[in-house]
């Protein structure tokens, strides 16, 4: 008998033997894949090769791949072969070898190594594949009534990507597994007939339209689940009797004093646990953690599951831990991650079943009480809002309370659940503008008591190797994080600005031999250390681990030269405005500078001109950027400019741009007033009584900007059939000339209704002795159609006046009657009617009344209708 380990590695090596690389598996996070949540086939690492988005390095490979799929997460435990994780062999070829090569060493694998009786054994092909069934026949030896058609033949990984048709091996497992009717066979869903193996033969690249087109190049995906065929050659029952969980079945039944395959009702919920911790154990061995969002929720929703299938066992106490030491224990010789991420995976597992097993108690009583007084009411359905505050309040998955409701008959309201949900969101996100600022937690603040002053070093450097000296999440200390997780890294010394004095943070990348992070913003505490908000990407990161860090210099260079063209633009406003000038606020990014400074009148075109001729000239110095240490009575003494109101330490730095500006500032600068580029002031405005605010652009901002414009003077010029310098004037003269066509076209107007309401009083009509014109007009828009309607109501003198009109896509209807009650008619009631027949509505007054209509296809009907509708009101 073969273990689960044994033929993991027999299929490896039959492929290597046969020219194929041996990869270990990839993360169950699918890499640069928005498509997938998470790995769910061992083709998914393979795609951009499949597609040819990258150059395949190797022609052909073979895996065993880990997988997590949760769609039928409730069919866990209750069949043969349902799994959350599970293992893919695969071998795969990237436009090498095609159908002519897969097809034999599969026939040869299944029969020759691992000696499954030909008799045994069904093919399946895609009805229209017929390449593949000749080759089934005359490549392997396949008796032809052994090969079956099936339409559903045709694979891919997801709703778009690589996919093509396959082909399937399934193992005959005999009578006595099947259903005994007597058109049992291939497809039917009894247990006797066992896919073991799918042969994808990668043709194919499905879009978002569902569209098919050829690939680059033909490949080869093919998938067979290890645990199925692990139950084949271990002869039993169902995977859940294989080496590959049989020991995590028995620990956990041990655990309670129970032996599997005693009370149906145990066996479930040992299947579903043993299958749940193995998941869960592989997903935090990725870095995959539980949260309420994407995979993390998944993660979490499963490991929910397992806490609450545990207890129907008996199990009150923590279990998750001693679990996953059996897991290590089997698995860890082909996965070294579940040793390797031991602490981060032990930690989570700890942490989330706490948490969970304090409030499923409670969570679990008040649904009892809910389902008691739905079963005394006579109700089947629970409320959306009582499933969202079990969700909410005791972290309930509204899945798990269907489950649970589902044992006794009933049913949640899902639509008023998502409404609840929906609700509950926007909420959070309003506070959460609104509290931005979280307290820190006692663990934190002892924590950078602890470390102190960060050191900087990125005023030299933009890059060096560290120590990470503390990892929090959400205020809780962590020695590991993983991917995905937002985290708060304390590094032993940092290259990474910290936002402070109007600069934002520098941004980059934090990079260990097994984990990458992004550096989202870096702030500084009041003890001055440095908190790195972070990302993690990929892998795990530890505390105590060494750590290359790399700022982003494109970002740090573009924000420096907004920064000194921030220095620079104080000193100009100074010498255009006065000393009186203070700086009151800024923001330099490398997008731009904002600059906030005290002022008590708006700045005229030409101080703006001057302003940006000044810091243009000195960047034209080339002047040196000096930054010196000294103590704030040198600084004050040396002339240095300082922040209105803002409290220095005894040591101060002094930013020195040639005899132009001499500022206190410790933020990131250029090296000379040159590399700083052009400098454009964009806007200039008033902010409060007494500031003012000029927002400026500076480097490659200001040429992008400049382009810009150039691009749009160009495009008009085109228009105007002239040349650029000479746009303005062209203009001038378009603009006085639409005037004057305005004001002929408003005099034409005026006669075409004039003449057009003349020819409409040929078209009164006599309804019930009443004078009735509708008609269908031409008005630009709802005033003149109220013109039009009030010139025929001064020659009708009597009756009914019902007008439609056309204009943007819209109807547009006007009703008169007069004199007013004119034999009990309401203006506002007949143009209701009417409006109703184009899908609008309206009303008004006895005597006129306006309304408007979304279908324009329909006021041709509308108008017609006019005397039906008259009638039926004369009636009432």
Known sequence: MYTGNQLRDMFRKFFEERGHKILPSASLIPKDDPTLLLTVAGM?????????????????????????????????????????????LGNFSFGDYFKNEVIPWAWEYVTEVLKIPAEKLWITVYPEDEEAKKLWIEKAGVKPERIVGDPENFWAAGPTGPCGPCSEIYVDLGESRGCGQPDCAVGCDC??????????FMQYNRDEAGVLTPLPKQNIDTGMGLERIASVMQGVETNFDTDLFRPIIDFVAGLVGIKYKENPKNDLALKVVSDHVRAISFMLADGIRPNNEGRGYVLRRILRRAVRYAKLLGIDKPFLESVFRIIQRDYAQAYPELIENENFIINHLNLEEKNFQATLEQGTQMLQDKVKELIEKGETVLAGPDAFYLYETYGFPVELTEEILAEQGLSVDMPSFQTSAEEHRQRAKEQSQQMRAVAESADLVQKVKALGVTPFVGYQQISNTTKIVGLFVDGEERQDAGEGEEVTVFLAETPFYAESGGQVSDKGVLKTSRAEARVLEVKKGVTGTLYHRVEILTGVLHVGETVETAVDNSDRMATARHHSATHLLQAALRSVLGEHVQQAGSLVTPERLRFDFTHFSPLTPDDLKAVEGLINEAVLKNMTVDATEMSLDEAKQSGATALFGEKYGERVRVVTMGTFSKELCGGTHVHSTGEIGLVKILSEGGIGAGLRRIEAVAGLEALNYLRSLDEQVMEVAQVLKSQPTDVGKR???????????????????????????????????????????????????????????????????AGVIVLGAVHEGKVNFVTTVSPTGLSGLHAGQIIKEVAKIAGGSGGGRPDMAQAGGKDPSKLGEAIDRVPTILRGLLKK
């Open 731 to 797: 203009v001038q003269g378009l603009v006085a000339q639409v005037k004057d066509l305005e004001r002929d076209i408003s005099q034409l107007q005026a006669k075409l209704s004039k003449n057009e309401a003349e020819g409409l009083l040929n078209r009164v009509a006599e309804i019930e002795g009443i004078s009735v014109l509708a008609a269908q007009v031409q008005a630009s828009d709802m005033e003149g159609l109220r013109q039009m309607a009030d010139l025929l109501r001064g020659k009708l003198k």
């Open 191 to 200: 247990d006797r007939f066992l896919e073991i193996w799918n042969l994808v």
């Open 44 to 88: 998914v690492p393979f795609k951009p090769y499949f597609q040819r988005r990258v150059e395949p390095p190797f022609p052909r490979a073979t895996t065993a791949q880990k997988c997590v799929r949760t769609p039928d997460l409730e069919e866990v435990g209750k069949t043969a072969r349902h799994h959350t994780y599970f293992e893919m």
